[in-house]
């Protein structure tokens, strides 16, 4: 059975890694956070003092961090600290899972390459709730060998696993998601408010438009209008899910990239413009679905 060394137990890294602990693999985490660490080794892993430690004997080395910085720095060390790359066997493989921006990804894959190290970027879509389900899905980016090889623990973990391309192709395909996706929640928000200021049911209206033109994911999984969907955070004060925060940081990414490819994307930027503001009212660890309430009349929120 495979040995997984796990970095960064947030509330995603957490519950990827205790469903490889129930696929009976031998797990070995390393957070900042003691408690985290605490909480997978009450399931069953092991843990390890240093990021290193954990990874320099293990099959598959699987990471998921805040940013671009925390990545580079984990993998490349500096002059004072050594980093993955210094330590993991050569028969490894280097899975990312953070969201980051491409040129890290695509930096650590090179340095990776020179060293004879498969590394891979693959980013997840699928939330909280599909971390924990093992439903995720994987986008990933590096080569063909990485990719099959790192089967073994991704189909523990998620449910689908598209190859994009090289490295940092993951992260492109990640962000360009999660643009369309932030679009479509504020264009979701404000039909459905629309319909509520002229007299609709936002329930009827969420039946009505999912099974005709206008129909979309957040209609169909991930209603924004409070009490129209049981079971997302629209109902539950917007707590859980994927906080306005993240949203926020993966549209930054989004920008950076149209900027350094000359790409037009107007509605990317008036998203990230909305959220940005919206966090900036208190909403920064709501879940992203809470801005409908950017459009609900201010005595009715």
Known sequence: MATVAF???GNMGGPMAANLIKAGMTVTVFDLVPAAVEALTAQG????KTACGAAASADFVITMLPAGKHVRHLYLGDDDTKGLLDVVSKEAVLIDCSTIDAESAQVVGKHAQAKGIEFMDAPVSGGTAGAAAGTLTFICGG?????QKAQTVLTVMGANIFHAGATGAGQIAKICNNMLLSVLMVGTSESLQLGIDNGLDPKVLSD??????GGNWTLEKYNPCPD???NVPSSNDYQGGFMVDLMVKDLGLSQQTSVASNSS???????RSMYVNHARQGNGRRDFSSIFEQFTPADKK
């Open 7 to 9: 970095i960064g137990l």
């Open 45 to 48: 892993a092991l843990s390890a």
């Open 143 to 147: 080569s063909d060998k990485a990719y």
């Open 208 to 213: 009505i438009m999912k099974v005709s033109s």
């Open 228 to 230: 129209v969907m049981e």
């Open 265 to 271: 994307t107007p509605m990317g930027s008036l998203a």
